[in-house]
C-alpha cells in the first residue's frame, strides 16, 4: 500500500489483502483440480503469477497507468476463472480493495459495483437460480471493502494535513529563531552606535576643537594654548577609560579585571580542583600584552582543552604552559593520560567536535593548532598565535586588566 505516516498498519493491512487473495485462490484450484477442470487450476496459477509480479515489481507510485493496466488484466482473468468455475468467485473480495487503493474513489465505486453485479451474475449462471444468500454474500463483502478503504482514505487525508501543518510549524518556528537572531545582532549594533556616537565620537570631536584652539592661539597666547592642551590630554584619558569599559563588556568574565596569565591561572586551579588530575600551569619568557582576541582565543582553548582532560584522558598529571616568544605566543595544554588516535576521531578534520572548535578559534586569530597523540601516550594540544606588529616590546607590563590598549593617551 502507499506510504504514509501510519504506514506499518497500511503494511500489514496490504499483506492481508495479498495473503487473503492468495489464500482462496490456492482453495479454488485445489478445488477445481479434484473436479479434473485442469485448465482452470493451470488459469489460476497463471492469475497467482499475475498477482504476485504486479505486487514485487509494480510502479504504481509512478505510473498510475501502469496500476490500472495491471488491475484490467487481474479483472479480466477473474470473470475467466468465475465463468469455468464458481469457486473463483470469492476472489472478488481482495480485489475490492485493489481497486480502491489503485482508482480515485469516484472510479473505484462504480468499478466495484461492476464487479459484485458480475460475482453475483455469476454464481446464478452456474447455479441457474439465484437466492438472497448469494446476492448478500458479495454484496456484504463489497461493502465492508468500501468502509475499510474510505476509512483509511480519511484517516490518510487527516494525518497528511497534520503533516504540513507539523512541517509548517517547524518553518516558522526555524524563521522566527533566525528573525529573533538577526533582531538580536541589529539590536546589539545599534546599542553600540549608540554608545560610541554619545561617548567615544564626541570626545574625538571635543578632542578636534581643543587642537584647532591650541593651534590658533599657539603663537598670539601661550598659556590659552597649554590650557587647552591639558584639556585636551583630560578628554583623551577619558575617551581611553570608556574604550576600555567596552573592551572589558565584551570580554569574558576570566579576563575583566586581570591578565591572560592570571585568567589561566585561575582556569588551571579550577580545573585541579574539580577533577583529581593535578594540574600545574607555567608561564615562559616575558609577558606583554595582547589583543583581546587573542586572550579570548587562549582562554577558550585552554578551557575546552582541560574539559577534554577531565571528561576524557583520565590523566594523573596534566599541565597548562604560555610561552611568549619574540614574534609568537605559544599555549601548551598536555596530559599523561590514556590518548587517542587523532586520525580516528570524529570530524571533516580528524578531530572531534570541541577540537574542532579549538582549531577554529585559533584561525580566527591568524594562528594553527596542532594535536599530538596515540592511544596509551597521552595528549598535547599546542595553540600558536603571531604577535601582532602593535604589540609592545618584551618587557612591557601589560595593563592590569589584560585589554591591549595603552596606559596614556599620548
Known amino acids: 500500500m502507499r506510504d504514509d505516516p501510519f504506514s506499518p498498519a497500511v503494511r500489514l493491512l496490504g499483506w492481508a489483502v495479498h495473503g487473503t487473495f492468495l489464500v482462496l485462490l490456492a482453495i479454488a484450484a485445489v478445488q477445481v483440480l479434484n473436479d479434473g477442470l485442469y485448465a482452470a487450476a493451470a488459469g489460476g496459477l497463471a492469475l497467482g503469477a499475475l498477482y504476485v509480479a504486479g505486487v514485487t515489481f509494480g510502479h504504481w507510485r509512478t505510473s498510475a497507468a501502469q496500476g490500472r493496466g495491471w488491475l484490467v488484466l487481474l479483472t479480466l482473468a477473474w470473470i475467466t476463472l468465475a465463468l469455468a468455475s464458481p469457486d473463483f468467485v470469492w476472489l472478488a473480495f481482495p480485489l475490492f480493495f485493489v481497486y480502491h487503493?489503485?482508482?480515485?474513489?469516484?472510479?473505484?465505486?462504480?468499478?466495484v459495483v461492476l464487479m459484485t453485479a458480475a460475482a453475483?451474475?455469476?454464481i446464478g449462471w452456474h447455479t441457474h437460480t439465484l437466492t438472497l444468500a448469494q446476492v448478500l454474500g458479495p454484496s456484504i463483502g463489497a461493502a465492508v471493502a468500501t468502509l475499510m478503504s474510505m476509512a483509511y482514505r480519511a484517516l490518510y487525508r487527516e494525518s497528511e494535513a497534520r503533516r504540513r501543518l507539523i512541517g509548517d510549524l517547524v518553518s516558522t518556528r526555524e524563521r522566527l529563531v533566525r528573525a529573533e537572531g538577526d533582531a538580536a545582532r541589529l539590536a546589539e549594533r545599534e546599542r553600540l552606535a549608540r554608545e560610541i556616537h554619545d561617548t567615544l565620537a564626541q570626545g574625538m570631536s571635543s578632542i578636534i576643537l581643543l587642537l584647532r584652539a591650541v593651534r590658533r592661539d599657539l603663537d598670539t597666547d601661550r598659556a590659552a594654548a597649554d590650557a587647552r592642551l591639558l584639556e585636551a590630554e583630560e578628554a583623551a584619558a577619558e575617551n581611553l577609560e570608556e574604550a576600555r569599559g567596552f573592551v572589558r563588556a565584551l570580554a569574558p568574565p576570566a579576563l575583566r579585571g586581570s591578565s591572560l596569565a592570571d585568567a589561566l591561572r585561575r582556569v588551571t586551579e579550577s580545573a585541579a580542583a574539580r577533577t583529581p588530575t593535578r594540574v600545574r600551569f607555567e608561564v615562559s619568557g616575558t609577558p606583554v600584552a595582547l589583543p583581546i582576541g587573542h586572550d579570548v582565543a587562549l582562554l577558550r582553548i585552554a578551557q575546552g582543552a582541560l574539559g577534554n582532560v577531565a571528561r576524557?584522558?583520565?590523566a594523573g598529571n596534566a599541565g597548562v604552559t604560555l610561552t611568549f616568544l619574540d614574534d609568537l605566543v605559544v599555549l601548551d595544554v598536555y596530559d599523561?593520560?590514556?590518548g587517542f588516535d587523532p586520525r580516528g576521531a570524529p570530524g571533516s578534520d580528524g578531530t572531534g567536535f570541541g577540537l574542532r572548535a579549538m582549531r577554529e578559534r585559533a584561525r580566527a586569530v591568524g594562528g594553527t593548532l596542532t594535536v599530538e597523540s596515540a592511544p596509551g601516550e597521552g595528549t598535547a594540544v599546542a595553540a600558536t598565535l603571531p604577535l601582532p606588529d602593535e604589540?609592545?616590546?618584551?618587557?612591557?607590563?601589560?595593563p592590569p586588566d589584560g585589554d591591549?590598549?595603552?596606559?596614556?593617551?599620548t
Open 101 to 111: 487503493h489503485l482508482l480515485p474513489l469516484p472510479v473505484a465505486l462504480p468499478g
Open 120 to 122: 453475483v451474475a455469476t
Open 312 to 314: 576524557h584522558s583520565g
Open 336 to 338: 599523561d593520560g590514556c
Open 391 to 398: 604589540t609592545p616590546p618584551p618587557g612591557g607590563t601589560p
Open 404 to 409: 591591549p590598549l595603552p596606559e596614556e593617551a
